[in-house]
Each structure stands twice: as C-alpha cells, then as structure tokens.
C-alpha cells in the first residue's frame, strides 16, 4: 500500500472544499439555508460556555410551546370563557384532564416526526396511498378553513373593544402576518411568534383581578364532577375538542420536522411539550375562573370572548376588560399565523410538494401560494358584513369534533407501527395511554353528538 503524499493529499482537501462551494453557490437559498439551520449548531458557541443542557434546551424550544398555546385562540378563549361563565367552578377538571391528553399526543405526534422526517398527512400518503392522503388534506382544509375565519373573527373583536372596525383590522393583520411568513426566515418567524405567544400570560393576571374562592377552585379543578343538564356534555366535549384541536396536532409533527428535531433530540424536546400543554391548560384555567368568579357569580350569560371581556368592565374593573381584550388579540394574531400554516404544510405533503418555513418563495411557490390564499380567503370572510360567521365557524368545529378520532386513531397507527418508528417506537405504556385517551374522545365526540340532537330536539 503506498504512502499517503502530503501534497496530493492537500490538493485533494482543496478539491472538496472547492466542489462543496461550488455546489453551495449553485444550490437553492433554502437547500443553504437548511445546512445552517441543523438543530445545535445555532448554539455551538453557548456549549463552549458550558451551557450544554441549557443550549439544548433552547435548540428544540418551539415547536411545543408554540403548538401548545396556539390551541388558546378564539375558540378556545370562547369555549372556556363559556365553561366558566356557565358553570361557575363545577366542570374546571375538565381542562387539566385535557391538558394531560394534550401532552400525550403531542409527544406522540412529536416522536412520529422525528422518527420518519414527515409531517402526519406526508406520512399517511406514504403508508396509505395517495387516496388517504388527499382526503386527509381535504378534511383538514374544510375544518381549518372555519377555524381561520375564527381567528380573525377574534382579531376583528378586539378591535371593535377600541372602536376599529373588522374591515380594517383584518386585512391590516393578515397582510402583516403574511409578510412575516412570506419574508422571514423560520428563526426570524419563530422568535416573532414566541413573541407574540407571551401576551397570552395576560389571562393569567385576569384570574387573579377576578379575586377567585381559591379552595372551590382548587376543588373544582381536581375532584371530577359530573355535569347536571345537556349543556354540561357539550361544554366538556367542546373543551376537549378546543385544546386537542387536529390542525395542532398536524402543526406540531410538521414544525418539529421542519426544525429538524431528530430523536436524539427527543429528550429535550419532551421538556418543551409539557412546558407549552401546561401553560395552555394554565392559561385555559385562568380564563375560566376569571369567568366564573365573576360573570357566573352574577348569573350572566355571553356567546364570544368579545361579550366576556364588555361583561368584566363592571365587575372587575376597566383594566381587567383591557387585559382580556389585548389577550385575545395576541392569541388571535398568533392562531392566525399558526393555523394556516399548518394547513399550507398539510396542503403540501398531500400533494408530494416542498413545505418549510426556511425556504424562499421562489423554490416553494405552492407552499406560500397555500398559506397567502387561505388568509386572503379568511380576511375576505370576515370583511364581508352580514356574513353568517358564527355558522361557518360551528361548522367548522363539528368537522374538527369528527376528524379527532380519526386523527388520533391514524396517529396511534403509525406511531405502534415498527416498521416506520424502528427503534423511536413509543414503549407499550404510552401506546396503552393512547388508545385508552381515544376510547374518551370518542366517547366525549358520541356525547356532543347526542346532547346535540336532543338541545335541538328540546
């Protein structure tokens, strides 16, 4: 065997590196972008300090978090202000039960990413077909479309609170977001979002300005208590279905791919799932007390976040209505990022098409094509006057109350399945966990159902 000649040796390192920026320079901007983008290599320099779990944490934070309280938009906003409004501390539990089922799927959806580098809809068009695939997109965009047009639905409400009407607040929010999403590179959009996701917090200080009997709260949030009336099951049902919504199930397997998150990462990015379920529940609770300590007390009844934030003027001050209405137009901004988003991801693993946040719009004219056209589409929605918005939007939430299961069930599929998870297949507690969550959620979808019926009957 020759000797390895320390001059052809060099010119053979140069050749490399030469080729390698030779194919860099020819390379699409996202293709460059995605090398620099690896999970970690952001934070090189802050491991070096000696930050090593820290950096780990903050190279997977995101995805959980932003997943997580996206599910406090709107509906969500309206669904527990109801609960609390309605039924005082009596249903509370109803939300940290959902909070534990929201971990649960998250990890799973999560872990499924990692794994296979797929979002959910790309996966079961791999798995099932092409037909699957479709219908699965096809169910999403129907049911998503709704929940868009409640998302500026929100933000046209906390505008009306200062006297902005909805046919200037709403292209004003949808042509800043898309800007941002169309112009921005995914840290610059993430860091904007995580931004945006703190004004959420704000809920928070409402339920303590509502001055709560904090031991009914704490009973009422521990100890289950069955509902009395029809309206019980369908509060109970809705606030499952509002924090395990299906678009942020899709949005948290997509992102996580779309940041690269491997399975090494798993173990921190665990960390960020629970931390964001947890504020969403946190966040959920609070808005609920606040509600119930307050609204209920007085035996008053609302329909939107809009008439909760009027009703709390009077009984706990200007600064609470102010709180809640700035809560709701940050939660409103952010779901409306988010929720077309996920619908363009979904758009485009249907089809075998690029998705990424990462990438320009000249190498992902579908992608952003998808996300521009649902917001416009939204936008237009609620300028319209006279609309029947509030139809549209219940529509869209019975649609999400029957893709759940079917959501959670392909999941749970794919996630047992070996052959795709290989050595990141969840252990059999949690696969166990799982198929018992969905055993609830069918039977909490068959109880709307059926109180449904006989509301409408009665």
């Known amino acids: 065997m020759p000797a390895p000649h320390p001059l052809r040796d060099l010119h053979a390192k140069v050749h490399r590196v030469t080729r390698h920026r030779r194919e860099r320079a020819k390379a699409p901007l996202h293709a460059v972008a995605h090398v620099h983008r690896g999970i970690g290599r952001r934070f090189t320099h802050l491991r070096k300090a000696g930050l090593g779990a820290f950096t780990c944490f903050l190279a997977v934070l995101g995805p959980g978090l932003l997943a997580g309280l996206s599910d406090d938009d709107p509906a969500g906003i309206t669904t527990y202000s109801v609960l609390g409004t309605d039924h005082g501390y009596r249903l509370l539990w109803v939300i940290p039960a959902s909070t534990v089922l929201l971990i649960l799927f998250h990890l799973l959806a999560v872990r499924v990413g990692a794994a296979t580098g797929k979002g959910l809809v790309g996966v079961i068009r791999e798995r099932w077909g092409r037909g699957f695939g479709y219908a699965a997109v096809i169910g999403l965009l129907f049911a998503n479309f709704g929940t868009i047009c409640a998302e500026y639905a929100g933000i046209s409400a906390a505008g009306s609170l200062i006297g902005v009407p909805s046919f200037v607040s709403a292209p004003i929010a949808g042509l800043l977001i898309s800007l941002i999403v169309v112009l921005g590179s995914f840290h610059r959009i993430e860091g904007i979002l995580l931004v945006v996701s703190s004004s959420l917090a704000l809920y928070i200080v409402d339920g303590f300005l509502a001055a709560p009997d904090w031991a009914q709260v704490a009973h009422g949030s521990l100890v289950p208590n069955l509902p009395i009336d029809a309206r019980g099951w369908i509060a109970i049902a809705a606030t499952l279905g ?46 609920a007390v606040a509600c119930a300590a307050t609204l209920h007390r007085k035996g008053l009844h609302i329909e939107d976040a809009r008439d ?14 102010t709180l809640f209405g700035a809560g709701l137009l940050g939660a409103s901004l952010l779901a409306a990022a988010i929720v077309p988003i996920a619908t363009a991801y979904s758009i485009a693993e249907g089809i075998g098409a690029p998705a990424s946040l990462d990438l320009d719009s000249k190498h992902f004219q579908f992608f952003y094509a998808a996300f521009i056209g649902l917001t416009v589409a939204a ?11 509030v139809r549209l939007i219940y529509l869209s939430q019975v649609v999400n109350a029957v893709l759940l299961p079917l959501h959670a069930f392909a999941l749970i599929l794919i996630a047992r399945n070996r052959a795709i998870m290989g050595a990141a297949r969840p252990r059999d507690w949690m696969l166990g966990a799982a198929w018992a969550s969905l055993a609830l959620i069918v039977a909490c979808v068959a109880a709307l159902a059926r109180s449904g019926i006989g509301g409408e009957g009665a």
Do not use: C, H, M, N
């Not at 942020?248 to 997509?254: E, N, T």
């Not at 909760?308 to 209505?321: H, K, V």
């Not at 936008?379 to 918005?389: I, Q």
């Open 308 to 321: 909760a934030a009027i009703a709390l003027r009077p009984l706990a001050g200007a600064f609470a209505t």
């Open 379 to 389: 936008v237009s929605v609620v300028s319209l006057p006279g609309l029947p918005l």
């Open 242 to 287: 509002t924090t395990l919504a299906p678009w942020g199930l899709a949005f948290i397997q997509s992102y996580a791919v779309d940041k690269k998150i491997s399975v090494a990462d798993l173990r921190w990015e665990r960390v960020d799932v629970v931390i964001g379920s947890v504020l969403t529940g946190v966040i959920g609770l609070a808005i």
